[in-house]
């Protein structure tokens, strides 16, 4: 897959979130607030992302046990996992504040 190879093969900070297009109104104006915020944060701070539906694909979220969408998985630049982050209304605030904690350092 080559959009997996791209994200993985990245030497910077990245970031996986997943969306879902199937689900009750809350979740998906959840997922798309979060959506919206993710890529701002990644414009912002030049982290690369992946927004996966996991609706359509859901073997990364299984692989990474984020079973409930939204979610997001932080990685490293060797791709070891530094921070998930699944079903919260303050997904955001938290992701923020660890991208700057994290990129201080």
């Known amino acids: ?5 791209k994200f993985f ?3 910077k900070i990245k970031l996986l ?3 879902t297009s199937m689900s009750c109104h809350c979740t ?9 915020e993710i890529l701002n944060l990644a414009k912002e701070k030049n982290l690369d992302y992946w927004i996966i539906d996991s609706y359509e694909h859901n073997e990364l979220q299984i692989k990474y046990e984020t079973l409930f969408s939204p979610a997001v998985v932080v990685f490293d630049e060797r791709n070891k996992v530094l921070l998930k982050i699944e079903y919260d209304e303050n997904l955001f605030p938290k ?8 990129l201080k350092g």
């Open 1 to 5: 897959n080559y959009a997996d190879e």
């Open 28 to 36: 998906l104006e959840m997922c798309k607030k979060q959506t919206i």
């Open 17 to 19: 979130f997943f969306s």
């Open 95 to 102: 992701l923020s504040e660890f991208i700057k904690t994290k």
């Open 9 to 11: 093969s990245s030497n």
